[in-house]
């Protein structure tokens, strides 16, 4: 999900310097006027990369999101770590912002700069400690980027549903889906037929079932507080709109996986999907589109309305000159 935000030639030309200039051990960047902006250069100190962790805390702000460009890896092709920072205390705005514009500034910059990203919420995370603890639970042996491992969720949960055949009395596929519970599968009919108009499904892994996390009602801007950003969810949105003059209210489904979750989580949600969607046909749904994101401040009014009814360019009709001597 993207917000439309590019990056601007000052952000292009600072990071330029920063690949050429190894006495910089950064780049902090922000968003000014609908632009991906440089703020603050980021000295290295020392030629140890956690030593020069300590030196983040007096230029990031408890109360605003940025993000934060790290040199950690100067022997390699890839030796950028490109970090998310949202803390709690950001104003609302700002952090759907930031959080749904950060694909666009690792794809703006190259990709391939980019050998980790991250997405964090305190201070705390962004010290040498936070760090080693982020090390061991992605055991970096072969870093991903985020989305090289989406696209791994997705490419495992289409791999985990190809084998064997769906059932409609549990939903399962090859042993790795979960049957829902009478309760979600009651909300999920509740949902064509009014109250809430979302509907949050999440796993129990020791019982190995779907059970219902929630039903609530909020409109397409809300969805970003009002889904769970600290665990993966299955969330089912009937999003009522206007169009062109005309009503529709087409049902959307959305997938959750926050960065922090724990890999069995991961794998396990990312198997299910498939099966909690087939559930939810079973429970008369017609899931018009589907949205993925790695935290729940990605999914916008703006977003989905781009995802339902995508700009369409007008095309200048070409006006052929007129021949000399007619009028």
Request: proline share 4%.
């Amino acid at each position: 999900m993207q917000s439309g935000i590019t990056a601007s030639e000052e952000l292009q030309q600072a990071f330029s310097n920063l690949l050429s200039d190894t006495s910089l051990r950064g780049l902090l960047v922000g968003i000014k006027d609908e632009k991906l902006v440089p703020t603050q250069t980021i000295p290295s100190t020392s030629p140890n990369f956690e030593s020069d962790l300590s030196i983040l805390d007096k230029l990031i702000k408890d109360n605003e999101a940025a993000y934060v460009i790290l040199r950690r890896y100067a022997d390699s092709l890839s030796p950028f770590v490109l970090v998310t920072y949202v803390p709690d205390l950001a104003h609302v705005r700002q952090k759907m912002l930031v959080a749904s514009t950060r694909l666009t500034l690792s794809r703006e910059l190259g990709t391939e700069k980019f050998k980790e990203t991250l997405f964090v919420t305190s201070k705390r995370e962004l010290t040498a400690d936070g760090f080693g603890k982020h090390d061991k639970h992605v055991e970096l042996k072969a870093p991903l980027t985020e989305e090289e491992e989406s696209l791994q969720d997705i490419k495992q949960a289409e791999a985990e549903a190809s084998v064997g055949t769906s059932s409609r009395s549990s939903h399962t596929s090859s042993g790795v889906n979960f049957p829902l519970t009478d309760e979600a599968l009651q909300a999920l009919k509740g949902l064509e037929e009014g109250g809430g108009n979302l509907v949050q499904l999440k796993l129990d892994i020791q019982r190995e079932r779907v059970d219902l996390a929630a039903t609530t009602t909020t409109d397409a801007d809300g969805l970003a507080t009002a889904i769970s950003d600290q665990d993966p969810r299955y969330s089912f949105f009937r999003y009522s709109h206007d169009f062109e003059g005309k009503a529709e209210v087409p049902i959307l489904f959305i997938y959750t996986c926050p960065t922090g979750s724990k890999v069995k989580e991961r794998m396990l949600y990312a198997s299910c999907r498939g099966g909690v969607i087939v559930a939810a046909g079973d429970a008369g749904l017609t899931i018009a589109k589907k949205m993925e994101a790695t935290s729940p401040l990605e999914i916008t009014g703006t977003t989905i309305e781009e995802e339902f009814h995508p700009k369409r360019e007008e095309k200048v009709a070409f006006s052929r000159p007129k021949r000399p001597g007619r009028r």
